[in-house]
């Protein structure tokens, strides 16, 4: 390894090696020690680094043969670092740490932890990609077969040596969107596993991976701390059938974290930031991901996408137990890397932080200067000051004014007196009700992401609206083109933009006009056609033109429109494409007739999609309820509204999963949930017990049945509901904040 002069702290001659020649020892200024030697060579090799003196010793010995040290420096390593260089030692180099063996291993040398880790290559990636790897760490492997080498140097892109095989899953003419979709999944998906499945559903069905999903399995991809998600078996699954299993997994692990609050211990790193009261305080981790905050709160702990410089803020109830004190987590807030934005504000499962916390919440932001930026996954579950009530409300901004430009309450004057002021404009801008005199103010700021969140709220005054859609920022008028309330003359005057990204806002746009949809449709760009197919204002004639695409994604996403005219729904039942035909026969206001011709279909996975559809005909239920396909069988058995007689051809089924699923169905009937609830299936009496529509009577029955099954899984149900209990609570708590909202303005008016 090389070491320049400007990274040496100290060097010392230490001892000598079985020849005679002297061992130098060299310490850096990132803390790392190094030995080097002469060999018979004449060349300098180096004999061991490592972040600890003894470590470095020891690995000395290990390579090199009757070294002999001074004694001086024997007497400092043991007096300074002997319980350390035992610890060490007993977890590096462990027989089986030593021992050749056919995993892919590495040791990662943490200067600021003092400790070192033995990880796999798949994890030494992840660990990289979530830049949990300190620059200054040493990495090398466990057979000492290699010197160490820093993080910064470290060759990572060797271990993505699946990218090639994962290229090769596509054939020899591989697509450009076809390699940007391996490169995603090698830098975002944790290992070869999630990679395959991620290729494999790709090559079956790219239109599986829109931007929700992607978001969503980025999100899962960060929860292996799940065991049901770091376990699953992915061939099993495609994408909505993974993504199901996996929100199955985090509900089960955070039903369970939230009836079974984990206390963490505090480490060296955890500071308190300020008491607030009845045993509770504010506590910064002092790092940007936490894995025992996101086990105890039943989320990831910030490992979906951390960025360098975030810090944790934890609010905490302090326990003692004995002599040892312990923290019971409560709250969760993201500071950005600027030390006063704060991103996430999540109480436990990511759901919105609960009541009985707010004024611990409002003493945060009351005694510092943090701003309540929001961001984020699920940003509407993050903490919002208009959670508060109207009395918190209004105290905390009287004691920060400044704070306003975060909160709907406000006044329309107060909107020009914060107008006033720059730093408030980024966040006053998006404010549904703004007053026009602020908008007015805010359309001269020369800051851009100002421009941009104006171009986007909703109520902006039209005259405002023509002004930004002729900005010379194609970022502004790509806000714009996505405003539901575009206005017709800004409407016209952005689709004269040649932007792509423009032109695919406008074609998303609920309210663009008619003639304008047309035109889009001409479009050649995919993305621009997609836009507008999915639009769900779409005009008859547009759906027209788009029914005859050249793209199949297009007309997949055509086929799901809600609002699908009968002339391209004739169009569409006449496509040869599989995927076409899929999602039309998914389409909810698909006719009877076409119904039917889609019944007759050859195609399995047609018939399972024509099963879900929620305005099934009757008559084709009861035909697919008696299918000799399982698969179609289970499909039906999930239809939403499925008919009496076609539930009751399903029960008859022997078929296991198309029991489970007739158990969860919300509309089963009353005589299905008495002969379900007989049934000797564990899984069965699982889906019977976290049915919500089910009876309570039989959801009791269902449970004490399941306890006499299958302890566990009991358990696991029980814990379920009561997370359904506080998901509904949260999803109150979204309504009362509108609600808090919408009575401010109803007083002002008066």
Known sequence: MKISKEMIKKKKFVGTTGKGAPILLVETHGGLYACFAQNDKGEIETLAASPHKAITLFLAEKKGKNLKWREELDELVKSKEAELSKNLKQKMFAPSALTKSEIDCYLVYDFD??????????????????????????????????????AKDFDFESLQKGAKELKAMYGTNIQPHQEDFVNWATQKLPNGNWQQWAVKNHISNPKQFNDKAIKAIEHYASSKHIPNIANLRFDKHNVKEGLQAFKGAEDQYNAKALNNPQLVAPDKKTTKLMDVGDGYSWYKLSRATCNNEGSAMGHCGNKGNPKKGQNILSLRREIKIGDKI???????????????????????????????????????????????????????????????????????????????????????????????????????????????????????????????????????????????????????????????????????KLAQSQDEFVQRGLAKNPNLLPELQTKLAQSQNKFVQQGLAKNPNLHPE???????????DVQCDLAENPNLHPEAQTKLAQSQDEYVQRYLALNPNLPPELQTKLAQSPNEYVQRYLALNPNLHPELQTKLAQSQNEYVQRYLALNPNLHPEAQTKLAQSQDEYVQRYLAENPNLHPELQTKLAQS???????????????????????????????????????????????????????????????????????
Do not use: C, W
């Not at 020009?416 to 007015?440: C, D, F, R, V």
């Not at 547009?542 to 199949?552: D, H, I, P």
């Open 113 to 150: 932890e003092d400790s070192i880790i033995i990880t796999k290559a798949e994890d030494l990636l992840e660990l990289h990609k979530n830049k949990e790897i300190k620059p200054n760490s040493l990495i090398r492997k466990p057979d000492l077969s290699k010197e160490p080498v820093f």
């Open 542 to 552: 547009a759906q027209t033109k788009l029914a005859q695409s050249q793209y199949v």
């Open 326 to 492: 312990y923290h019971e987590p409560a709250a969760t807030f993201i500071l950005e890397p600027d030390g006063k934005t704060i991103g996430e504000m999540k109480g436990r499962a990511n759901l919105i932080p609960q009541q009985k916390y707010h004024k611990y919440i409002s003493q945060l932001f009351s005694n510092s200067n943090f701003l309540p930026h929001g961001g984020g996954y699920l940003p509407g579950n993050n903490f919002n000051l208009d959670d508060l009530s109207h009395e918190e409300h209004d105290a905390l901004l009287a004691k920060r004014p400044e704070l306003g430009a975060y909160s709907s309450r406000i006044s329309p004057e107060k909107h020009i007196e914060l107008s006033k002021n720059p730093k408030n404009h980024l966040n006053l801008a998006g404010n549904p009700n703004l007053h026009p005199e602020a908008q007015t103010k805010l359309a001269q700021s020369q800051n851009e992401l100002v421009q941009r969140n104006l171009a986007e709220n909703p109520n902006l005054h039209p005259e405002l609206q023509t002004k930004l859609a002729q900005s010379q920022n194609k970022f502004v008028q790509q806000g714009l083109a996505l405003n539901p309330n575009l206005h017709p003359e800004a409407q016209t």
């Open 680 to 750: 000797p299936n564990e899984f069965v009496q699982r889906n019977l017990a976290g049915n919500p529509k089910v009876d309570p009577k039989i959801k009791k029955q269902a449970i004490k049945k399941l306890q006499e099954l299958n302890p566990e899984l009991a358990e696991e149900i029980i814990n379920k509901l009561k997370l359904e209990k506080l998901k509904l609570e949260s999803d109150n708590n979204l309504k009362a904040r509108e609600l808090r909202v919408k009575e401010y303005f109803d007083k002002l008016k008066r």
